[in-house]
């Protein structure tokens, strides 16, 4: 339906009017919106570029175009999104309304309303990739690209970077870009044989789940990965003695293990995945390696997908310098394009000072017992002054923190009860404001639908004992809280949860 939409009527109507474009603060959304700035391109359509943070940015932008916005509004009942009639229908008909219904009497007005958006609003996960679906929308006008095929993989491989969808979903959605790349591979293959320094080949690999590894050396890839780190529990002296072993096992000299992995002899590069994944079977790394894509710009640059989520996640939540939300939106939105691979490389050290300062963080929380069971949660308040703290003022980071650090606290702790928990994290936001950045993530769980029931649970905390909440994020598991409130919220989600 919205494909038909747009090949009729609105792509009329957009070649008259600029069209403000509002882009949320993830790299899925970066990644759709590059897609829809080339569709645009193609079709001469002018545009304006708003970063939106969360729902305040939404609402002034949209307070700033109200006269020119026009609401298009689909109705999906495979998705279980209820009927429009049923939501945003007129308060006075439902006041004045007879429903002819005998059980809707004495009901207050709204409350049927109210109902259905408790059942749909309960639970929040996350659909298909929204960067997939534009790309889907290109190819059904016939104006995809290598470069649209590129980011739509990026915004699939943020989805599972950061765990927001199950396994099978990936697998799935894999299946389907993997069609399209042999696709495009297909049709320019005689192109790319004429091409030399500009040229861009995607290809699916099955790749080790080792971060940023071809960018880095691969001991330090190794300590700093969330599934190598936790399996080998590297904040014990016996994960560390564990890995060294497993070094040996694979029998790789430590100075090449150690020094960046472009200086690493060809002969050890050229086996390094097989070798990897005989040793990592020993040693019950079974998922050492993982379905994704990579690409090649020209001969030299070459990165996997989920380099550059890292990288573009680095630049959107850079705490380096003091820069605006707006200065750092546009350049993770520039590390996306091929022109600008000097970005692009900026954004990787930064990722790379992230996931230490989280894999730090990890080994200091686990080590000193900050993780604490509040009963039906696990909870972990990072203190001002803790190392990198400003940096996990930022939802991403400390979104991907919160989830690194129960997976190392399941693979650590032998209470059975605790592993089937969920986990709150907290941390300084704004120091001068007295407020603090709280996330709630689902327990952690193979077999988990990554359902987050949070974001109603801290409504309703807030809304019991009155604490100063501000629910700002498209993500509702993620609010800001008065540091001064803490305990009568957290007390209030114990007896709520129980």
């Known amino acids: 339906l919205f494909y038909m939409l ?3 009527n609105v792509k009329h109507v957009l070649c008259f009017q ?20 080339a569709l645009f391109h193609c079709d001469q359509v002018q545009y304006t570029l708003v970063p939106v943070t969360g729902w305040q940015d939404l609402g002034t932008a949209f307070l700033e175009h109200k006269e020119q916005i026009k609401l298009l509004i689909k109705q999906d009942d495979d998705l279980g999104v209820p009927p429009y009639d049923d939501i945003f229908r007129d ?23 109210r109902e259905i958006l408790f059942d749909y609003e309960q639970y929040e996960y996350h659909g298909t990739s929204a960067s997939m679906m534009f790309f889907e929308l290109a ?14 993989v990026i915004g699939l491989t943020d989805q599972w970077v950061h765990d927001k969808i199950t396994h099978m979903k990936y697998v799935t959605d894999i299946a389907t870009m993997q069609r399209h790349v042999s696709r495009h591979n297909h049709r320019n293959e005689d192109e790319e044989n004429s091409l030399s320094i500009d040229c861009m080949r995607i290809s699916f690999e099955y790749d080790l789940r080792l971060t940023l590894y071809q960018h880095w050396s691969l001991y330090e890839s190794i300590c700093n990965s969330c599934y190598t780190s936790c399996n080998f529990k590297l904040w014990t002296l016996n994960g560390q003695k564990k890995l060294q072993e497993f070094l040996a096992d694979m029998g790789l000299p430590l100075k090449q293990v150690r020094q960046k992995f472009n200086s690493m002899d060809m002969s050890i590069k050229e086996n390094l995945r097989d070798v990897i994944e005989e040793s990592s079977n ?22 996997l997908a989920s380099d550059m989520v890292h990288a573009t996640a680095a630049l959107l939540e850079s705490t380096e310098k003091d820069e605006s939300d707006s200065d750092n939106f546009i350049k993770a939105l520039d590390s996306l394009s091929r022109s600008n691979l000097e970005r692009l490389h900026s954004g990787i050290e930064l990722a790379k000072r992230k996931l230490m300062a989280i ?8 080590c000193t017992n900050l993780i604490l069971s509040q009963g039906p949660f696990l909870y972990c308040y990072l203190m001002e002054g803790t190392p990198d703290v400003k940096l996990f003022s930022k939802p991403i980071a ?17 209470n059975k009860r605790c ?14 404001k007295g407020t603090v950045i709280v996330v709630g993530i689902p327990p952690e769980s193979e077999t988990s639908d990554k359902k987050n029931f949070f974001g109603r649970a801290f409504e309703k905390a807030a809304e019991s004992t009155s604490s100063r909440t501000l629910h700002d994020n498209f993500d509702t598991s993620i609010i800001e809280l008065k540091t001064d409130d803490r305990s009568k919220f957290l007390d209030a989600l114990i007896t709520l949860l129980s």
Request: contains cysteine.
């Open 6 to 8: 747009y090949l009729t």
């Open 18 to 37: 600029r069209v403000a474009l509002l882009v949320a603060s993830d790299i899925d959304a970066l990644c759709a919106c590059k897609i829809l700035q």
């Open 91 to 113: 308060e006075d008909d439902e006041e004045g309304g007879d429903s002819g219904n005998e059980s809707d009497e004495g009901s207050e007005p709204g409350s049927g309303r």
């Open 139 to 152: 190819w059904v006008l016939t104006k995809d690209t290598k470069d649209m095929l590129w980011w739509a």
């Open 282 to 303: 020993k040693y019950g790394l079974k998922d050492i390696r993982i379905q994704t894509f990579g690409v090649h710009f020209g001969f030299k640059n070459r990165f």
């Open 359 to 366: 894999q730090q963080t990890v080994a200091s929380c686990i």
């Open 398 to 414: 400390l979104t991907l923190l919160c989830k690194y650090l129960l997976k190392a606290f399941v693979h650590s702790t032998r």
């Open 419 to 432: 592993k089937l928990l969920p986990l709150i994290m907290a941390a300084p936001k704004d120091v001068e």
